[in-house]
């Protein structure tokens, strides 16, 4: 099984690259999906997270997303206590998912922090989508966020040129849907299919 990385920054477009990738038959595990997953009421995660940050998280009895990140995205001292609980849970997880492949699979994990959390060397290969700031912003701004919460976002992920450096391939997503669908069917056709072969013989 070829295991591969896909990281990118907050408006980058790794969520659609995945979406593309899975399209062209590889299994895509989200790494965001599994943390809103291993903290939902009743997980050990839930209680957890609940203890280490208070009452004043929960709407309903349920985990706010949007209250625990306005608590952990000003402090990094709290984000980092947030992600020692949630990182490996999500492995664990993904690690749960990946047991059930066959050898010559493509298995995508969608990690946005994977510098951050020194995930790399976990990886048979790591892509990294980089788009320009502006670019993302406009993208964000299109779904919703506020300029301060974008500028919050970004200053709590290390920079493109960071990502970049620990990256097997790059892909530049600045332009259209479509240029970005054939960019990872190159990707898909030259780097991953050929490799996920030679691992599956």
């Known amino acids: 099984m070829l295991r591969v990385a896909l990281t990118g920054g907050i408006g980058s477009g790794k969520s659609l690259v995945g979406e593309i990738l899975e399209e062209l038959g590889a299994l ?7 943390a809103r997953e ?5 997980s050990p995660g839930y209680e957890e997270v609940v203890t280490a940050f ?5 709407s309903e009895g349920q985990i706010d997303r949007s ?8 402090e990094s001292d709290l984000r980092k206590k947030l992600e020692s609980i949630i990182h490996p849970l999500v492995r664990e997880a993904a690690e749960k998912l990946a047991r059930k492949l066959p050898s010559g ?7 946005p922090l994977l510098v951050e959390s020194d995930g790399a060397k976990r990886f048979d290969y790591v892509v ?5 700031e502006e670019i993302r912003r406009e993208r964000l701004r299109l779904r919703g966020l506020k300029d301060y919460e974008i500028t919050q976002r970004m200053a709590a992920q290390v920079s493109d ?6 990256a097997n391939y790059i892909i530049r997503n600045n332009g259209s849907i479509d240029e970005l669908t054939r ?3 190159e990707l898909m056709a030259s780097e991953l299919l050929p490799r996920a072969q030679k691992q599956g013989l």
């Open 161 to 166: 040129s960071e990502r970049e450096k620990i």
């Open 54 to 58: 208070g009452d004043s998280i929960l």
């Open 128 to 132: 990294t989508v980089s788009a320009d």
């Open 28 to 34: 895509v595990i989200d790494s965001d999906q599994l």
């Open 183 to 185: 960019a990872v069917e």
């Open 38 to 42: 291993v903290i939902e009421r009743g």
């Open 67 to 74: 209250k625990l990140a306005a608590v952990v995205f000003n």
């Open 105 to 111: 699979a493509i298995l995508i994990n969608q990690i």
